[in-house]
């Protein structure tokens, strides 16, 4: 149902989708939009468990936000493999304004339809979340 606050609901799609990605790990990541015609959130890309982490990065939009989840393996300093689901809110200082309002207003309730997300993350270019920053936030 649609958010009186922000006015976005949420396709099912997305839900299931990242049930997958955290419960199957058939998904490395999720990329998700937000349709203005339809007022809903929906998933617009899914990286297959062997993509990388800059196939993930160069499929967000350089001028347009984006929600996103990567299931991102690391080893810890004790040498155990882990793994940490990272909620991205892409939002470049290129994209339009309208669009950050609306990314900025329906974020905390889409998050909450996600349920097992770890780290969250904001970005507004790609050196605010590269791999060492993720690494550092998922240690």
Sequence with gaps: MANSASGMAVNDECKL???????????RFIVFKIEEKIQQVVVEKLGSPDESYDAF???????????????????????????????IAWAPDTSRVRSKMLYASSK????????????????????????????????
């Excluded at 989708?17 to 998904?27: I, M, Q």
């Excluded at 909450?112 to 904001?122: F, N, P």
């Design 57 to 87: 990065t160069s499929s967000l939009p350089a001028n347009e936000c984006r929600y996103a989840v990567f299931d991102f393996d690391f080893t810890t300093d004790e040498n155990c493999q882990k793994s940490k689901i990272f909620f």
């Design 108 to 139: 905390d309730r889409f998050k909450r339809e996600l349920d097992g997300i770890q780290v969250e993350l904001q970005a507004t270019d790609p050196s605010e979340m590269s791999l060492d920053i993720v690494k550092s936030r998922a240690l």
């Design 17 to 27: 989708k990242f049930l997958e990605l955290k419960a199957k790990r058939n998904h």
